[in-house]
């Protein structure tokens, strides 16, 4: 026993038949019918190929091309359409922007009669199938919607396959095309096409399964005509699933060609799941590795750029003497002279739930600047640069060196007094104080004060001046400085030392240079703990 679930007719022929006009009617619908339904069941409407609104030789012109609409009918544009040349547009629409639209139109058609033929109103013999070009005024605040075009029946917004697809052009359901712009500011009239959001045709299944031999492939027509600061790859686009050679270790790919039918994969996802992504690659929400042992491998490395990478990591290889240098760089932007350098940064930091608020740790900018903003711990060594014999480098005053050769050039007066613990414990705070004192008889002018603290073998003070309002002091006879406090690490060890040292460098009569300096040794004692 059956249910009724379907009826469509269609035209049963038989020899010697005698054929009449609603049967070969009822045929001609059955073949629409299904064919349109064909259109929009596997497929959805939109674009299928071409139909891009260019200015070309002043004008405006809607290119040759194929859509198909909401309810499977085909809309054929078969030469290029000019719209400036045949009326001003802009003006019949009342408006600068408009949108552009195809729809499908139905027109009774009548050949040249023969004999005694009937013909006139409603005697036509033929319907001629039209793709109508229509423009609509537009607001430029508001973008179209095109998958939800208004002049289509809210109704048929849900149309089915089950339903018989109207061969009626009133029942219209448009296609956009894209955006044009006027403005009026210049002696001429400047167009702007805006291509973005035209609906293309697509595909409507659950899964792309490939067979055991044969894999499916599908090819995708790049024909795009949209300004870019990029340039476009030309040609189309073939995403393969499966491989049918067993040298093929793809197991998907997606694969573009370019106008001389020269291909790169742009995705691959191989056989053992590896997956390989080439060419610029922009991820529109976080980016998260979820795996044992989460890394980021670049390979292999690019060849050495010959201009600027801004705001991207890659790996390079310098060449050197004998052999390469690898390195993995993190490039920043560099604005040269059209901006400031020192605010283009890469921030290492954290966030800080009690000020609720990013807080850097580590901070490189443009200009070559980098700040440590906090405590640094260095358990290997530091490799200091040539000093240079400078008196405006606080190094070079605290020197040795230099102080033995400003002793020797006469240079006394000024004399440098430090006054601080002869031990401390780990974890304790370390103050101390410092004399200037005049005894050249004169007065001693531009006085800068020179501090360096050496903590275990690494220097982590080094200031010049001292402080900003003791830059550039005037000294009659003395006066006592305090230094900022500095907390001793807790891992510290007895038997370590923490070296001070403070210059002084001025000028007396005739600028003739004066200098004084003292240092003083602390050391680090072990930890008492009370007995009870």
Known sequence: MGTKIMTINRTRYQERQILQAGDLTTDQAYHIAMRRRHNIGPHGWGIVRGLELVIEAGDILLRPGMAVDGYGRELIVPDPVPMLKQADIFT????????????????????????????????????REEARLRLTAANPAIPVNPRHPVAVNEDDYD?????????????????????????TAQEQPVYTIIPTQRPYVTLGGEAVES????????????????????PLLRGHVRMQVGSEAASDRRRFAVTLFDGNDSSIDRLVIDRRGNMALRGDT?????????????????????ALPDA????????????????KTRQLRIEIQNPGQAGDPARQQFVIGAWSEEQLQFQPCLTVSADCTVTVHGDLNIEGQVVESPIDANLED??????????????????????VTLDAPVSIQPGATLSYTMTLTNSSGVRITDIEVYETLIVIGNT??????????QNYLELDASRQFSASPFKIPE??????????????????VEFNLLFGSDNKTVHIEAVQADVQ
């Open 308 to 323: 600027a990478r801004p705001r991207q990591i890659y790996r390079t290889d310098v060449p050197g003497d004998q052999e």
């Open 491 to 508: 891992g510290a060890a007895a038997g370590q030392q923490i070296q001070i040292i403070v210059t002084a460098v001025g000028r007396g």
């Open 159 to 183: 149309f089915g396959l089950h339903d018989t697809p109207p061969d009626d052009p009133q029942r219209m359901w448009p296609v956009y095309l894209g955006r044009i712009q006027r403005t």
């Open 394 to 415: 606080p190094r070079f005053v605290a020197n040795q060196t230099a102080q033995e050769l400003l002793t020797e050039m006469g240079a006394t007066g000024l004399a």
């Open 282 to 302: 922009l991820f529109l929400d976080n980016l998260s590795i979820a795996t044992a042992i989460p890394s980021v491998r670049f390979d292999p490395p690019l």
């Open 211 to 230: 067979p055991p031999l044969r894999p499916p492939r599908l090819e995708l027509a790049q024909e795009s005509t949209e300004a870019d600061e990029l």
């Open 92 to 127: 019949a629409c009342n408006s600068d922007t408009l949108d552009a639209w195809l729809v499908y139109d139905r027109v009774p058609e009548t050949p040249l009669p023969l004999g005694r033929s009937p013909y006139g109103p409603g005697k036509h013999t033929r319907w």
């Open 460 to 469: 982590v003070r080094l200031n010049a001046p001292l402080a900003t309002n």
